[in-house]
């Protein structure tokens, strides 16, 4: 490979990396752009007027645009339907998510993320008691989608504690139609059933996403200044030197 070739493959191979970094730094800006597009629209949310039971979603369409509204509902509790998820975290500590239907006036039901309970670090799959109250009652929350699936090594689980709780098939289950989403509750000085509602808030990520997009342009520059110092600077000051 002749000195012009060369020449030629290293501007090639610079034009090519400069033009992949800034891309990936505008991508990352982008990013940045979508997530507080998002957070503005949940603050939005949160804002309005809570919703009523009546108002809850019945298809998935409805239910992604009242994620994060506010929304009291009335019913009774299924105690006997209750769900322990396993491996749930909160403020740093391993434990469960209780997870109980509610009965609706109209006849199906509403799955409630009820709260977060400790493990027993002596017996792993001890359950919690939570006092369940009978009869007509308010649940104040939020709306949000199903809780999240973690890795599992059944696709189809049973019983009181599970990893994952996918709605259909449990609706399917217990014989109960339920709403395409879930209503988390929130902390009410009525309820004294020992729950944890300290609910993690949206993690919008912005700031990181800025910080990805400076370190990519702050390596396009540096593969510039590079291609310049090495292949125009430098041979330019070798010629002044020889010439003298």
């Known amino acids: 490979m002749n000195a012009a070739t060369r020449r030629a493959v290293v501007l090639l191979a610079t034009l090519a990396a400069?033009?992949?970094?800034?891309?990936?730094?505008?991508?990352?800006?982008?990013?940045?752009?979508q997530k507080q597009a998002l957070q503005d629209s949940l603050s939005t949310r949160g804002a309005l007027a809570p919703l009523v039971g009546a108002q809850l979603a019945r298809d998935a369409g409805q239910a992604a645009a009242q994620h994060d509204r506010r929304i009291v509902?009335?019913?009774?509790?299924?105690?006997?339907?209750?769900?322990?998820?396993?491996?749930?975290?909160?403020?740093?500590?391993?434990?469960?998510?209780?997870?109980?239907?509610?009965?609706?006036?109209?006849?199906?039901?509403?799955?409630?993320?009820?709260?977060?309970?400790?493990?027993?670090?002596?017996?792993?799959?001890?359950?919690?008691?939570?006092?369940?109250?009978?009869?007509?009652?308010?649940?104040?929350?939020t709306v949000a989608p199903p809780p999240g699936r973690l890795y599992s090594f059944v696709s189809e689980e049973?019983?009181?504690?599970?990893?994952?709780?996918?709605?259909?098939?449990?609706?399917?289950?217990?014989?109960?139609?339920?709403?395409?989403?879930?209503v988390r509750q929130q902390t009410d000085g009525e309820v004294a059933d020992g729950l944890l509602r300290r609910w993690p808030?949206?993690?919008?990520?912005?700031?990181?996403?800025?910080?990805?997009?400076?370190?990519?342009?702050?390596?396009?520059l540096l593969l510039t200044g590079l291609y310049v110092?090495?292949?125009?600077?430098?041979?330019?000051?070798?010629?002044r030197r020889a010439r003298r």
């Open 201 to 220: 808030a949206p993690a919008a990520d912005i700031h990181k996403h800025h910080g990805y997009a400076f370190q990519w342009f702050a390596l396009s």
């Open 73 to 141: 509902v009335a019913g009774r509790w299924l105690p006997e339907r209750t769900v322990f998820l396993d491996n749930r975290q909160m403020d740093g500590r391993p434990g469960f998510f209780v997870l109980t239907p509610l009965l609706l006036a109209s006849g199906d039901a509403v799955l409630v993320q009820r709260g977060w309970a400790p493990r027993d670090p002596q017996e792993r799959a001890r359950l919690p008691e939570v006092p369940t109250p009978a009869g007509e009652l308010r649940v104040e929350g």
């Open 18 to 33: 400069v033009a992949l970094t800034a891309r990936l730094g505008v991508w990352q800006l982008d990013r940045a752009r």
């Open 158 to 182: 049973h019983g009181r504690l599970r990893q994952n709780l996918d709605v259909d098939a449990y609706a399917r289950e217990i014989g109960v139609a339920l709403r395409p989403l879930s």
């Open 229 to 239: 110092w090495f292949q125009l600077l430098a041979p330019w000051r070798e010629r």
